[in-house]
């Protein structure tokens, strides 16, 4: 991967959790997890076609360095957009970098 393709700076965020007074485990509100480098890519019709997605949803590739913990409950904070992660994808297997598929949130 080529340093000078990952231009822009993001925010991977997790949802976080609390114990309530019962004991019991509810969903909490995003943090942030970790800073990364990244490139953000829209998708054309076709390479969705052909990754066998769902184009109305999956709407951007993104391409960070390999980052342990990585999952498809988090998202990423770019500018003030929102991209939802749908498929992760550690290319090779080298853990060198990860390949993201993600739904952009549109906030209304």
Known sequence: MR??????KAIIQS???TVNDFGEIEKGDFQD????YCSITPISGRESFLSNADFSTVSHKIRIRYTENINASQRLVWRNRIFNFT???NIGERNK???I????????
């Open 3 to 8: 340093a000078g393709s990952l231009r822009a």
């Open 15 to 17: 949802i976080g959790s």
């Open 33 to 36: 997890f970790k800073t990364v």
């Open 87 to 89: 498929y992760l994808r």
């Open 97 to 99: 970098e990860i390949e």
């Open 101 to 108: 598929l993600a739904e952009e949130q549109i906030n209304d």
